[in-house]
């Protein structure tokens, strides 16, 4: 009788079993294969859309382009690199008259589409002994921080750099060390600025 019984109960079991399936694969949807993850279909178009702010940044850089390239400021030279808008390289050449003299200096220049209305980051490529401009390139300048504005250009930003090379402000240093060395012995820190000036940057 026993065995009866638990033969009984396995039919039972089995019978649920079934009807559970037959459940599941009852709405006219084939039976579930393995999971596989979701691949989401990509759209039809990935490029963003233009926005009110980046056509405004295309069209004023574009503008300071044809500018710069009709009157670029002495002894520099800037633009995109390739066709990408946002992304330009310059040069600039040593002043005469200084440590930097004879010295070709290669910078990267990145602008947001929030451009004019937040600065340009601008970062040395080429080493230099500098004060206001460490190790990574980065500068030390007012019109690139607090003082930037959007009435500014590119054009008169590369200025000002080209000023700080003729002019350095030992006062708000981003190298302490050199700064210091400019303040208390000018002919050593002149002297490795040169030294620099002739192996990086000829």
């Known amino acids: 009788v026993e065995g009866k019984d638990s033969l009984r109960s396995s039919r039972t079991n089995l019978d649920i079993c079934k009807g559970e399936h037959t459940m599941a694969t009852s709405s006219g949807a084939p039976p579930a294969g393995p999971s596989r993850p979701r691949v989401p279909t990509p759209a039809k178009d990935t490029k963003p859309k233009p926005t009110k702010n980046n056509s405004t940044s295309a069209r004023r850089l574009q503008r300071e382009l044809a500018e710069l390239t009709l009157d670029p400021p002495p002894n520099v030279s800037a633009g995109p690199k390739g066709d990408n808008l946002y992304e330009w390289v310059s040069t600039i050449l040593g002043p005469k008259g200084t440590v930097y003299e004879g010295g070709v200096f290669f910078l990267d220049i990145s602008f947001s589409t929030d451009y004019p209305f937040k600065p340009p980051k601008l970062v040395f490529k080429t080493r230099i002994y500098h004060c206001n401009i460490n190790s990574q390139g980065h500068i030390c300048l007012d019109v690139l921080k607090d003082q930037w504005s959007p009435a500014l ?50």
Not at 175 to 195: C, F, P, T, W
């Open 153 to 202: 250009t590119i054009s008169k930003v590369l200025l000002s750099v080209t000023s700080l090379l003729a002019d350095c402000n030992p006062h708000d240093p981003l190298v302490g060390s050199i700064a210091q060395q400019y303040l208390s012995n000018r002919e050593e820190h002149d002297k490795m600025a040169r030294q620099w000036t002739k192996r990086f940057a000829t």
